[in-house]
């Protein structure tokens, strides 16, 4: 008698009606990530298990892809964030991290460079500013 997999690995349909604060897709479109509640979810494009991507108690969210596997994200540590790094089979790793609050990061076309706000801590004004991929990984 083979045992029926749903009873090693549950799952359960959630629907989702609040929470989420962030999605991006990627540019192959096979899948997605999505902020919610603080942590980065990947899904697949045509259904399947979706997966979590961050598990730290820090607050993450603004979700961008770098290319089909990469994600970059702003992470909270502290009274400020940081630009952070994940893959859809690498760990979280920070990428910029400065003194001063970083966020809302956004991916130029050829994947070459990051845009992003910079400012002395969460709700001040920001500046905008910009790093070379090519050096970050």
């Keep these: 008698d083979i045992p029926w997999d749903q009873r090693t690995n549950p799952s359960t349909d959630l629907e989702l009606t609040t929470g989420v604060s962030g999605v991006a897709i990627a540019p192959d479109s096979k899948r997605a990530v999505i902020a919610l509640r603080g942590d ?3 899904m697949p494009e ?3 298990y979706t997966r979590r991507l961050t ?3 820090a607050f993450d969210g603004q979700p961008v892809f770098v ?3 990469t994600v970059l994200y702003a992470s909270s540590v502290g009274d400020k964030r940081e630009i952070w790094s994940v893959g859809i089979d690498t760990a979280p ?3 910029l991290v400065d003194a001063q609050d970083l ?3 956004e991916v130029s076309p050829d994947a070459k460079w990051v845009a992003f706000l910079r400012g002395i801590n969460v709700g001040t004004a920001k500046r905008i500013a910009m790093a070379d991929l090519r050096t970050l990984f």
């Design 55 to 57: 598990t730290t108690a």
């Design 103 to 105: 966020s809302h990061p």
């Design 67 to 69: 290319d089909s596997k």
């Design 93 to 95: 790793k920070p990428i």
């Design 46 to 48: 045509k259904g399947g």
């Design 40 to 42: 980065l979810f990947l």
